[in-house]
């Protein structure tokens, strides 16, 4: 299995421009995490998907945020408009079926610098 | 509510020597505890974890940790320490209901030869 694919794994844009984040997960695993790193706020949890619904979102920071998960095999972190508080790295993961948090495989990470 | 503190951000030590990061946790409910690693430039890894049952776990590359509830505690140890051992780890506890994990800021860890 090649894991968690991500992509971009970098990304420089400009404020107000939209960025798009892709996450192909381990094939057979239910549930989906989004995460936010940074140096300041360490990793922070965005929302998580089970069986593609997304069931907690709570740490989406704001409207200009967004994550579908279309199909079990895919799912995107939108962020429009961008600003530059969001520079980070963003993590996709994921785990089996009933694992939830307790089993994650993680992807290499989307760079994140909005100027 | 659940909370994770690494004490020390920074750890160096030398080749051969022990590895000790410290990871101590809050929790209302039986925690279920994980260390992690991120290698540069990569995503986090799960070294080892803490359910149930035996209280000292084996996780990969050499690590092992124990929980002590009576000091809520979950430190990793490895007794020598190697090169390719330099990451950032991180501790993390389960809130409870499988669907997070509150997560240490991380201890990097330097290895000197």
């Known amino acids: 299995d090649a894991g968690v694919i991500q992509s971009p794994r970098h990304e420089v844009t400009e404020m107000g421009q939209e960025v798009t984040l892709r996450c192909k997960p381990i094939s057979g695993h239910n549930s989906l995490f989004w995460y936010r790193q940074t140096m300041m706020r360490g990793l922070e949890l965005l929302i998580y998907f089970n069986n593609n619904v997304p069931i907690d979102d709570s740490g989406m920071p704001e409207d200009r945020f967004s994550a579908k998960m279309p199909n079990a095999s895919f799912s995107t972190l939108k962020i429009q408009p961008s600003e530059p508080r969001d520079s980070a790295v963003y993590f996709c993961a994921s785990s089996p079926q009933g694992a939830g948090a307790n089993v994650l495989t993680f992807g290499a990470g989307s760079r994140l610098t909005v100027l | 509510a659940q909370s994770v503190t690494q004490l020390g951000s920074h750890v160096s030590v030398s080749e051969g020597a022990l590895v000790l990061l410290r990871c101590n946790y809050s929790?209302?409910?039986?925690?279920?505890l994980f260390w992690y690693v991120q290698y540069p430039n990569q995503g986090l890894q799960l070294l080892l974890k803490?359910?149930?049952?035996a209280t000292l776990v084996k996780g990969i590359n050499g690590f092992e940790a124990e929980f002590k509830k009576s000091e809520t505690s979950f430190h990793l140890t490895k007794p020598s320490a190697h090169m390719s051992d330099a990451a950032e780890y991180f501790c993390a506890v389960n809130a409870g209901n499988n669907r997070k994990l509150i997560w240490g800021l991380g201890t990097s860890l330097a290895v000197n030869p």
């Open positions: 929790s209302s409910v039986p925690p279920y």
């Open positions: 803490y359910t149930t049952g």
